[in-house]
C-alpha cells in the first residue's frame, strides 16, 4: 500500500494539477513535474543509496527543509510556477512514504 500511495501520488497527483491548472499546456506541464523526479539523485550521495527504513525529506541535501523553502517560493515565480509545483508534489508524496513507515 505504501508503494502504490507513493507512486500515486507521484504519478496521479501532477496528471490531474496539469489537467486542471494547465489545460492549454497539459502534456508540457506534466512532462516539467515529472522531470522533477531528478531530485532523487541526492540519493546517491547516501551510504546506503536506499534505505527502505530511511525518511528522505529532511535527510538528503534537496530534500531538506531549506530546499523545501526554495520549492514553495518556486510557486509565487510564473516561469517557474510548474517546476515548483513538480518538486512541491514531490516532496508531498516523500512526505506521505514517511508518514506511512
Do not use: E
Not at 507512486?7 to 508540457?28: Q, R, S, T
Amino acid at each position: 500500500m505504501q508503494t502504490a500511495v507513493h507512486y500515486g501520488i507521484h504519478f496521479g497527483l501532477p496528471l490531474a494539477v496539469a489537467l486542471i491548472f494547465f489545460k492549454n499546456n497539459w502534456k508540457k506541464a506534466y512532462l516539467v513535474m515529472l522531470l522533477t523526479f531528478v531530485i532523487d539523485l541526492d540519493h546517491l550521495l547516501a551510504n546506503p543509496i536506499f534505505d527502505r527504513n530511511r525518511c528522505s525529506v529532511g535527510f538528503h541535501p534537496l530534500h531538506s527543509y531549506y530546499a523545501i523553502a526554495v520549492y514553495f517560493g518556486f510557486l509565487f515565480v510564473k516561469p517557474l510556477r510548474m517546476l515548483g509545483l513538480g518538486l512541491v508534489i514531490h516532496i508531498i508524496a516523500d512526505t506521505a512514504d514517511c508518514l506511512l513507515m
